[in-house]
C-alpha cells in the first residue's frame, strides 16, 4: 500500500519562506502532486512532480528525489492567505489514476 | 469548461437513517470520478472511485456505496447512517488517463457536504 508523512503544523511569518516536507512509501510511482485546502473549503491542485528536481509556479516550488522517496513544497513571500492546510498525494499502481493523500500540513501564517 | 457539482453543502441526519448524496461533472467526458471522507482536521480518504458507467472499485470496507449511473453522475448511499458516518464528503473528478503513465493527472474536487449524524 501507500503511506506519506507530513509534519502536522508549520507556523511562519508574512515574507518568510517555508518548507513543507513529505516523504512516501508507495507501491508503484506515478507522481507526487500538492493541493491547497482552505477551512471549511475544497482542496486544490498546486503542483505535480513526476520526475526529480524542481517545479516552479509562481511563489510556489516543489522537489521531488525518487530514489529518497521524498518531496517538499516550498512556499515564499508567504502572505497571509496562504494560511491553509496542504497535502501532498502519490499516485501509485492500481487503476482510477487514484491518488493516496497525506495527513496534511497545516499552515499558520502570522504578522 | 469543466464544472463540478455536489449537493447537498450541510446535511443533518439521524443514526439509522438513509443517505444519498449526488455530484454531478459537467464539460466533460468519460472522467473517473472519487468519494472521498475527511475527518476534522484530518487527511482525505478514498471511499470509492469509478472508471466508467457502472464500474465502481471501493477502497475500504464501511457502511457506505456508490453508483454511477451516468457517465457525469456519481452518488454516494447509505441504507442506515452511523455516528461515525460524519464527515466532510468531498466528490472529484479527473481526466482519465493510462494507469502507467507518469503525467499530471489533476483532481478537481467539488465544495464538499459536511454531514452530521447524530
Known amino acids: 500500500g501507500q503511506s506519506l508523512e507530513q509534519p502536522s503544523e508549520v507556523t511562519a511569518v508574512e515574507g518568510a519562506i517555508v518548507q513543507i516536507n513529505c516523504t512516501y512509501q508507495t507501491s508503484g510511482f506515478y507522481g507526487l502532486s500538492w493541493y491547497q485546502q482552505h477551512d471549511g473549503g475544497a482542496p486544490t491542485f498546486l503542483s505535480y512532480?513526476?520526475?526529480?528536481g524542481l517545479e516552479e509556479t509562481g511563489r510556489f516550488s516543489s522537489f521531488l528525489s525518487r530514489s529518497d522517496s521524498y518531496g517538499y513544497l516550498l512556499l515564499q513571500e508567504l502572505q497571509m492567505k496562504d494560511s491553509a492546510s496542504y497535502f501532498c498525494?502519490?499516485?501509485?499502481?492500481?487503476?482510477?489514476?487514484?491518488?493516496?493523500f497525506g495527513t496534511g500540513t497545516q499552515l499558520k501564517v502570522e504578522l | 469548461s469543466q464544472t463540478i457539482h455536489q449537493w447537498p453543502a450541510t446535511l443533518v441526519q439521524p443514526v439509522g437513517s438513509p443517505l444519498s448524496l449526488e455530484c454531478t461533472v459537467e464539460?466533460?467526458?468519460?472522467?473517473?470520478l472519487y468519494w472521498y471522507r475527511q475527518a476534522a482536521g484530518r487527511g482525505l480518504q478514498l471511499l470509492f472511485y469509478?472508471?466508467?458507467?457502472?464500474?465502481i472499485s471501493s477502497e475500504v470496507p464501511q457502511n457506505l456505496s456508490a453508483s454511477r449511473p451516468q457517465d457525469r453522475q456519481f452518488i454516494l448511499s447509505s441504507k442506515k447512517l452511523l455516528l461515525s458516518d460524519s464527515g466532510f464528503y468531498l466528490c472529484a473528478w479527473s481526466v482519465r488517463q493510462g494507469v502507467n503513465y507518469i503525467a499530471k493527472n489533476i483532481q478537481y474536487f467539488g465544495a464538499g457536504t459536511r454531514l452530521s449524524v447524530l
Open positions: 498525494a502519490v499516485r501509485g499502481t492500481g487503476g482510477g489514476n487514484k491518488l493516496t
Open positions: 512532480n513526476g520526475l526529480d
Open positions: 469509478s472508471v466508467g458507467i457502472g464500474q
Open positions: 464539460g466533460t467526458s468519460n472522467p473517473n
